[in-house]
């Protein structure tokens, strides 16, 4: 009872082959008969005379239903037959990325074709087509910062909220960076991540004491915070990239600063510590269980049915 309730065909598609299988064959037998095509144009009465019988004078056995009793096992083991469940070890990637997009008003300038917060969200296209098996999540900040995702491993939904956001939607405005930092800390935390990772989209900020301050923090929990520069350093109204206070800040999070030509870089170092952070995770196998494919267990009887077939005087 307990095999009648466990077995199922993990590829069930595979049975609709069988009833064409045996339609084939009874048009190959009906076909091919005793006196095959010879009897349209020998008469009834001299064909038996004409027969060669095969070796020792035996007329050679009918090789239809052996051909399809192979055929029916060649279907069942493509089908899958399965009633065995084996435990498996499976692995999720335990790395967990939060990008952090400034959205002050200096990051309209248009240094940067066509400006710098759309170059942002290009680049941040580019993280999230890179998470892979990263959790991500995403914080915009001017005067305050704003949760606009929690970890997720769903980054098509982070990437379908990224259009809207431009400095026009924020409340307030203000360019502090630090509110925003323990907001993405907070996210790590809650998520439970065990490799965080804080990657910062700026041209710059107004609080870098209070910022550098948040950063060291970050990195005293073993969270990297990575500052990616967006913008130039020309003379715009807003004012040029401050990249010696990008680095700064960067060095304070124990992260990389890179421009947006360089974004690439960043991505291969996240990445690589995705990775090892996935090797550190598979220490601890987590147990899956799945079905046995049990067709391997018909291949030697087809194997002998096909020997057979093949003999002379058989076909």
């Not at 439970?192 to 004491?209: C, E, I, W």
């Not at 073993?222 to 040029?240: E, H, M």
Request: no cysteine; proline share 6%; net charge neutral.
């Amino acid at each position: 009872m307990a095999l009648m309730q466990t077995f199922h065909f993990l590829r069930p598609a595979w049975l609709l082959a069988l009833p064409v299988l045996w339609g084939l064959i009874v048009w190959l037998a009906r076909r091919r008969s005793r006196d095959g095509d010879w009897a349209r144009l020998v008469d009834s009465d001299l064909l038996p005379a004409l027969r060669l019988n095969d070796g020792g004078g035996k007329l050679g056995h009918s090789p239809w239903p052996w051909l399809a009793l192979a055929w029916t096992l060649a279907v069942l083991a493509l089908a899958g037959p399965s009633w065995q469940r084996a435990p498996a070890p499976a692995f999720r990637g335990n790395a967990s990325w939060v990008l952090v997009l400034d959205l002050s008003p200096s990051m309209t300038a248009p240094d940067v074709s066509p400006n710098r917060v759309t170059r942002a969200r290009y680049a941040l296209d580019d993280l999230l087509g890179a998470a892979h098996d990263a959790r991500v999540g995403l914080v915009v900040f001017s005067d305050e910062s704003y949760t606009v995702t929690p970890l997720t491993d769903d980054v098509g939904t982070v990437r379908a909220l990224l259009p809207p956001l431009n400095p026009e939607i924020m409340p307030t405005r203000g360019d502090n960076l630090a509110p925003a930092l323990a907001q993405a800390g907070k996210l790590l935390e809650h998520g439970g991540g065990t490799s965080g990772q804080v990657v910062v989209l700026t041209d710059g900020f107004a609080d870098p004491a209070a910022a550098f301050d948040a950063a060291g923090k970050l990195r005293s929990r073993g969270i990297a915070v990575n500052v990616v520069g967006v913008g130039t350093q020309a003379r715009l109204k807003f004012g040029p990239l401050d990249v010696d206070r990008l680095r700064q800040l960067a060095a304070s999070g124990g992260g990389h600063y890179v421009g947006l030509a360089n974004l690439h870089g960043l991505i291969d170092d996240l990445q690589a510590r995705a990775d090892r952070a996935g090797t550190a995770r598979a220490t601890q196998a987590i147990q899956v269980a799945h079905w046995l494919d049990g067709g391997i267990w018909l291949l030697p009887v087809l194997l002998l049915f096909a020997a057979v077939l093949a003999r002379r005087g058989w076909l």
